[in-house]
């Protein structure tokens, strides 16, 4: 069992920075595909974006060149830096670990992009 735990999110004005955290319950990232994913009231979940074992990153087109991803293997935590932020980032992110059969998620961190 693998437990994921989300943190960083809050309200920050259009254009600012965020990062969000996700801390795993243990050293997963050689065997686990890492995700992020957001939902925004009214709409359907969607992949933000994507981190391999062998460190291949992917993003939806909506975040490129805005948000990063990255881990850190001795905290056992991944980052989501959110860079350029737009009210229509506004959502719940939440992470997720995928490996095989196995499919963790987290509990969420709400961002609020407002004025």
């Known amino acids: 069992q693998v437990q994921l735990v989300e943190s960083g999110g809050g309200l920050v004005q259009p254009g600012g920075s965020l990062r969000l955290s996700c801390a795993a319950s243990?050293?997963?990232?050689?065997?686990?595909?890492m995700n992020w994913y957001r939902q925004a009231p009214g709409k359907q979940r969607e992949l933000v974006t994507t981190l391999t074992p062998s460190g291949r990153t992917n993003y939806a087109d909506s975040v490129k060149g805005r948000f990063t991803i990255s881990r850190d293997n001795a905290k056992n935590t991944v980052y989501l830096q959110m860079d350029g932020l737009k009210p229509e980032d506004t959502a719940v992110y939440t992470c997720?670990?995928?490996?095989?059969?196995?499919?963790?998620w987290g509990q969420g961190t709400q961002v609020t992009v407002s004025s």
């Open positions: 243990g050293s997963i990232f050689s065997r686990y595909i």
């Open positions: 997720n670990a995928r490996y095989t059969d196995y499919n963790y």
